[in-house]
């Protein structure tokens, strides 16, 4: 079972930055991908962005194209979502996720184990 831990989220005003960092409690060679996704009150949990373990291959949400960075840290299990030029319709919980599966894909249920999230809140 690998487990996830988020931290980085918090309050910040609209075109500020946050990092937000997942690590993973191991890196067993079973997961291929990691994601993070978002979910805000009322709404679904959407995919944001998603990294390759191996290669390091990258997948973005057209929604934060240009202003958020997935990366990654091998030697510390880690993942990193860098978040520039913030807005106020970025505000919500904010998942880590790893999948066992080597492609990229965007919906929930392809990924196999998720964090208990981070809260981010852009406000105006």
């Known amino acids: 079972q690998v487990r996830l831990v988020e931290s980085g989220g918090g309050l910040v005003q609209a075109g500020g930055s946050l990092r937000l960092s997942c690590v993973a409690s191991?890196?067993?060679?079973?997961?291929?991908?990691m994601g993070w996704f978002r979910q805000a009150p009322g709404k679904e949990r959407e995919f944001v962005a998603a990294?390759?373990?191996?290669?390091?291959?990258?997948y973005n949400a057209d929604s934060v194209k240009g202003r958020f960075t997935i990366s990654k840290d091998n030697a510390k299990n880690t993942v990193y979502l860098q978040m520039n030029s913030l807005k106020p319709e970025d505000t919500a919980n904010y998942y880590c996720?790893?999948?066992?599966?080597?492609?990229?894909?965007?919906?929930?249920?392809?990924?196999?184990?998720w964090g208990q999230g981070t809260q981010v809140t852009v406000s105006s």
């Open positions: 990294i390759r373990w191996s290669g390091g291959s990258t």
């Open positions: 191991e890196r067993t060679f079973s997961i291929q991908t």
């Open positions: 996720a790893a999948a066992r599966s080597y492609y990229i894909r965007t919906g929930a249920d392809n990924f196999d184990y």
